[in-house]
């Protein structure tokens, strides 16, 4: 288990202390080690035969992107907790140089995998007349159409070359590109200029692709009346930073976000990419000004672009890249029967709580909700959080309406990473168009997700009504990530989230909800309790269970409970899409648990909480990390109404357990595994938890606690007893 980290144990646990004392120390998982686990998996399904070709395309453009982010963020802060090991820690210090090599060969090993899918993707999209990178005869039709686009979209916006000295590359920002060419010159390109470039060829019906690099490597010698270019660079740099702001200086925050953006572009090196072979002594020389390692050096033998491969499908007529081969049939995302009538959820409310399950629910079921929220007279007031949105948002245009007949207050957390210069626009949008603006907290980044719209009645009095969510507030995500949300009046949520929104216009940390569980002030004590109540009830000899699912799990203190809940006897299933630093199936340890992760079509986004004994169910924007429990304001809120209950326990969770065509299982010695399809019959065949959620919305929900949902039945005309009263925690 070459792969894990070690903590020691705390002795400081409760009944079954003594039971784990027996384990010296307790296997962990490293976050980065794992999380390139996860990316493995990504780049598994651009790999897989059995993916439409532009779906496995998409997955290989992410598992590029997906690395840039890592060498942007966490392998910086890798090397600063490395330089930060005093002499005190060098047990730690040299377990963290481990680490940092073995993220480097992996790295290595994962870019050559990343070449040999792409040149089986260019065979394969030839087939289907798609010519990606393709080397073109001089004669030929692609050739010209090559020749085309380096002439006139990309050698007019290239700067003039200039006398190249390898000191001369620390000048480039974070992920740009150089060409270097020969004679001892060079040239810094534009970062606007796409990575990818594609035409259809209406006469031939035909799809020419060319990558940036591609292009600039045949034409830039050309040009310059040399044989060749010499070789590409393209830097990566620590892109971490944090922001700080008094609160009594809210005109001064944007200021503050545009310095620290500055930095992103001009941290510290922490990758140099190549294309091509610069001579030993320039790349000692490249080594030397960068001060970087040998094997932060990575030579990339096809191309330095592959994240703009998602743009491929977006050129294509939608007669070609509907053909089943080439990609998956469009989702057809239902508006549920509740909201066919937006104007009418409102009554629909008062009575009962409705679940949205994004992308299969359309997120368009919100938007119109708020849109007529935005155009009913009687509603007063509407405020929001804004993590991520689009750059064109009809959430924010609506809201920029209504602010001139009533009052809109939105909480921007501008310091979304990389949305920050689209949260910057926003705020200046909103602003000017009369909506009353805020920026959180200084110490806390805001990242729950939540809407309340408190309406006037007819007889003067007011209700209100909650929109909580698991996902961003932002509908090109909503179409490619998995999401659950929640809209209710339920007194206590609303009064709740009343109060959060007061506590963060006051500048405080909200706390004291009667229903919510935010962070910092209680989640993660309050997810510690509910695992001990879990433990307690397996050694008085009754079932105990714990489901959850959450994009990452690397909080030490969750897991040592888990551990100890596995000890005990419960029965414990984690879905965990990213890193996961629990090790499940250690005998006498983690033998109760289980752990899959997902990775489909679209991206596994929501998170779940579940407590068998305890009978409760959390929805969230927070994973287990140190950083949402401890550094984010988060909201945890509990599902009150029963059949949404029913539906999350009876149907979502089983049916993302039983996957067995897009999960993986975490094994004892930390190697993730594909599921074993489940036996019908006398054949196997596969489930795909996706495909049927997706099926379930088709259907409109039948033959779940859902169906028929916001549909009033004669039988519950005259009915006084509300549904909000008839569950809590």
């Not at 433990?535 to 100890?564: C, E, M, S, W």
Request: aromatic content about 8%.
């Amino acid at each position: 288990m070459s792969d894990f980290g070690w903590i020691k144990l705390s002795e400081s646990n409760s009944k079954t202390s003594s039971q784990l004392k027996q384990v010296p120390h307790l296997p962990l998982i490293h976050r980065d080690l794992s999380w390139l686990h996860f990316n493995e998996r990504v780049l598994a399904e651009a790999k897989l035969r059995t993916n439409p070709i532009l779906e496995r395309l998409k997955f290989l453009s992410i598992s590029s992107s997906n690395l840039d982010e890592f060498f942007v963020i966490r392998f910086p802060s890798l090397l600063k907790s490395i330089q930060d090991s005093t002499h005190a820690e060098k047990t730690r210090a040299l377990n963290l140089l481990r680490i940092k090599t073995s993220i480097l060969t992996s790295v290595q090993g994962f870019t050559k995998k990343q070449s040999e899918i792409l040149s089986d993707l260019q065979s394969q999209l030839r087939s289907h007349q798609i010519y990606l990178g393709q080397e073109c005869p001089a004669d030929s039709v692609g050739a010209q159409i090559q020749r085309r686009i380096f002439l006139d979209e990309i050698l007019p916006l290239l700067p003039k070359p200039e006398p190249f000295n390898p000191a001369y590359i620390g000048s480039l920002e974070s992920l740009q590109m150089a060409v270097v060419i020969q004679e001892g010159f060079w040239m810094r390109i534009p970062t606007h200029l796409p990575p990818i470039f594609c035409r259809w060829n209406e006469i031939t019906q035909e799809l020419y692709c060319f990558f940036l690099d591609q292009l600039l490597m045949k034409y830039m010698g050309d040009l310059f009346g040399v044989e060749s270019t010499a070789f590409m660079l393209r830097i990566t740099r620590d892109g971490d930073f944090s922001v700080q702001y008094g609160n009594d200086d809210t005109e001064s925050i944007p200021d503050h976000i545009r310095l620290g953006l500055g930095k992103r572009e001009h941290g510290k090196p922490s990758r140099l990419q190549i294309l091509g072979r610069p001579s030993k002594k320039m790349l000692q020389e490249f080594l030397k000004s960068l001060n970087l390692s040998s094997h932060q050096v990575l030579e990339t033998p096809s191309t330095l672009c592959l994240h703009g491969l998602c743009d491929i499908s977006r050129n294509l007529p939608s007669t070609v890249s509907y053909n089943t081969q080439l990609s998956h049939l469009p989702l057809k995302s239902m508006i549920p029967h509740a909201f066919r009538r937006p104007e009418q959820i409102f009554e629909i409310l008062d009575r009962e709580d409705l679940l949205l399950h994004h992308p299969y629910d359309s997120f368009e079921c919100y938007i119109q909700w708020l849109k007529a929220a935005c155009e009913d007279p009687q509603v007063i007031q509407i405020e929001q959080t804004v993590y991520r949105t689009d750059a064109i948002s009809p959430i924010m245009d609506a809201l920029k309406v209504a602010a001139q007949s009533k009052t809109i207050k939105v909480i921007i957390e501008l310091r979304a990473r990389f949305d920050e210069l689209n949260n910057l626009r926003l705020a200046d949008e909103l602003k000017r168009a009369g909506v009353h603006v805020s920026f959180g907290s200084n110490r806390l980044k805001l990242h729950g997700k939540v809407t309340l719209i408190t309406r006037q009645k007819a007889d003067g009095s007011t209700q209100r009504y909650a929109h909580l969510s698991t996902g961003n507030y932002k509908a090109a995500t909503a179409r490619l990530y998995t999401d659950l949300a929640i809209l209710t009046s339920h007194p206590d949520i609303c009064a709740d989230v009343r109060h959060f929104f007061d506590r963060i216009w006051g500048g405080q940390i909200p706390q004291d909800f009667k229903q919510l569980v935010p962070a910092p002030a209680k989640l993660h004590r309050r997810l510690l309790a509910h695992i001990e109540h879990e433990i307690q009830t397996a050694l008085k000899g009754r079932p105990a269970r714990i489901f959850a699912k959450v994009n990452a799990l690397v909080d030490d203190t969750v897991i040592q409970h888990l551990y100890r809940a596995s000890q005990a006897g419960v029965q414990i299933d984690l879905i965990v899409r990213g890193a996961c630093s629990l090790v499940p199936g250690v005998r006498g340890l983690s033998e109760n648990i289980r752990v899959i992760s997902i990775v489909d079509r679209f991206l596994e986004h929501s998170r779940i909480y579940y407590f068998g004994d305890a009978q409760v169910i959390y929805l969230s924007s927070a994973d287990w990390m140190p950083r949402n429990f401890f550094s984010r304001l988060e909201i945890a809120f509990p599902v009150l109404d029963p059949a949404l209950y029913r539906y999350i326990e009876q149907v979502v969770i089983p049916i993302s357990l039983g996957d067995t065509a897009k999960a993986r299982f975490l094994s004892a010695d930390g190697k993730w595994k594909r599921q074993r399809p489940e036996s019908f019959g006398n054949e196997k065949k596969p489930l795909r938890s996706q495909f049927i959620f997706e099926e379930l919305a088709l259907r409109e929900y039948k033959g779940t606690p859902l169906w028929k949902k916001g549909i009033r039945h004669e039988q519950h005309q005259g009915q006084e007893t509300h549904l909000h009263q008839t569950r809590s925690p």
